[in-house]
Structures are given as structure tokens and as C-alpha cells.
Nanobody, 125 residues
């Protein structure tokens, strides 16, 4: 059983910043990857930031590179997304995801992607 919860988000004007936070709880054995995605209604969910469980590798698409920064403490099962210089096209529902190995109710180790519920980010004048 793994639960993922995002916090933060809201409405800002172009050029402003937001910081999103996310925490996972449950019988996590190992974190392979943590990531943030965003989705506009009617479109697919796209990755905007990803980080390896050990924090050694990060990845961003060109659309957010140099503006967004993923960080966190995987030992505490938390991750953040700092979003600077926000643009109207950044408006979307943002999701965090943990690719983890966890122990299920039968004490078996499983690997799954675990998603938060999503939080709205709106950037407009």
C-alpha cells in the first residue's frame, strides 16, 4: 500500500513562481524514480521533471528546462518541483509519481508506479 499526495499549486501571473510538494507513504522498500507530470484536458500526460531515486540523475524536457527544478529527499519519500518564470502554457494539472518497490499486504515485494491525485496550476494575467 503506497499513497502519494501533492500539495501546493494555485493561480499565479506569468513570470511568477510556484513550488509543488509531494510525499509518498507506505511500505516502500526502494525508490527507483520520482517524477512530475502535467496534463491539459483532452491531452496526454507529459513528464516535466524526473529524478533517479539516488538523486544522481535528473531530466527535463526543453519546454521547462532552466525554469523547473526537481528536488527532494528520497530517504523521506518526498519530492518537490520548483517552477520559476511560469508561462500561460504551463497551466495544467500536475501529478507526482513514485516508481517504487514496496511490500504488499501479503509481504511480497512489488514494483509499481504510484500517482498522486493531481493539483491545478493556472498561469494567467
Amino acid at each position: 500500500q503506497v499513497q502519494v499526495v501533492e500539495s501546493g499549486g494555485g493561480w499565479v501571473q506569468p513570470g511568477e513562481s510556484l513550488r509543488l510538494s509531494c510525499a509518498a507513504s507506505g511500505s516502500i522498500v526502494k525508490i527507483h524514480t520520482v517524477a512530475w507530470f502535467r496534463q491539459i484536458p483532452g491531452k496526454q500526460r507529459d513528464m516535466v521533471a524526473a529524478m533517479s531515486g539516488d538523486g544522481d540523475h535528473v531530466e527535463y524536457p526543453d519546454s521547462v528546462k532552466d525554469r523547473f527544478t526537481i528536488s527532494g529527499d528520497t530517504a523521506k519519500n518526498t519530492v518537490c518541483l520548483q517552477m520559476n518564470s511560469l508561462k500561460p502554457e504551463d497551466t495544467a494539472v500536475y501529478f507526482c509519481a513514485f516508481d517504487v518497490e514496496y511490500r504488499d499486504a501479503q509481504l511480497l515485494i512489488k514494483r509499481e508506479d504510484n500517482w498522486g491525485q493531481g493539483i491545478q496550476v493556472t498561469v494567467s494575467s
